[in-house]
């Protein structure tokens, strides 16, 4: 399986400042052959299900604020939220999809500094 | 636009069988793949499964042995049954669609999740 961890745990942020979560698989999910990360990150609030933000690493899901954004390749990732805005408070997970078992990161906890 | 519904107990006692339906609204089943995850309290996401409309499945191999995902296109639905449920088990379950051209594993859309308690 593949294993994904999360930097940090959790993170306080002043409004409007940049929020920057990392994403680490423990092997490539980048596939060679469309030179596509098959890296996922959602934002989940209290009570809801998860949101998909970003797949393919970096594409944005409709409807996304453009505030949020995804980089990174084969091992290492990055979600950045850059004004951070108080309905953002939530935790946010990766998960990679290059392959079966789909695996979660276990989740980073953003709230207002 | 498509939503989609979990329905099943609540309580389900130990060794018996997790039985969960997910409703497909607004849209139609056909020529998507669908998954079901689960979130034990106040912990991370485990992808369970998932199911093409035609019937083909992949399972996670830490469950598989007791996990059966069926689809029904007729009722515009798709099950979960898990056997032998221990309190390892209690969770809340979601269905959710796997995101066209996304690869297989992205998830758009979820259901809101049924809490599932495994307990006598």
């Known amino acids: 399986d593949i294993v994904m961890t999360q930097s940090p745990d959790s993170l306080g942020v002043s409004l409007g400042e940049r929020a920057t979560i990392n994403c680490k698989s423990s092997?490539?999910?980048?596939?060679?052959?469309?030179?596509?990360?098959?890296l996922a990150w959602y934002q989940q609030k209290p009570g809801q299900p998860p949101k998909l933000l970003i797949y393919?690493?970096?594409t944005r899901e409709s409807g996304v604020p453009d505030r949020f954004s995804g980089s990174g390749s084969e091992t290492d990732f990055t979600l950045t939220i850059s004004s951070l805005q108080a309905e953002d408070v939530a935790v946010y997970y990766c998960?990679?999809?290059?392959?079966?078992?789909?695996?979660f990161g276990p989740g980073t906890k953003v709230d207002i500094k | 636009q498509v939503q989609l519904q979990e329905s099943g107990p609540g309580l389900v006692k130990p060794s018996e069988t997790l039985p969960l339906t997910c409703t497909v609204s607004?849209?139609?089943?056909?020529?998507?793949?669908w998954s079901w995850i689960r979130q034990p309290p106040g912990k991370g996401l485990e992808w369970i499964g998932y199911?093409?409309?035609?019937?083909?499945?992949t399972y996670n191999p830490s469950l598989e042995s007791r996990v059966t995902i069926l689809v029904d296109t007729s009722k515009n639905q798709f099950s979960l049954k898990l056997t032998s449920v221990t309190a390892a088990d209690t969770a809340v379950y979601y269905c959710?669609?796997?995101?066209?051209?996304?690869?297989?594993?992205?998830?758009?859309?979820w259901g809101q999740g049924t809490m599932v308690t495994v307990s006598s």
């Open positions: 998960q990679q999809y290059d392959s079966t078992p789909f695996t």
């Open positions: 607004g849209g139609s089943i056909i020529s998507y793949y």
């Open positions: 959710a669609r796997v995101r066209p051209d996304s690869g297989l594993g992205a998830f758009d859309i």
């Open positions: 199911i093409y409309y035609t019937g083909r499945t």
């Open positions: 092997q490539s999910v980048l596939y060679s052959s469309n030179n596509k990360n098959y």
């Open positions: 393919w690493a970096s």
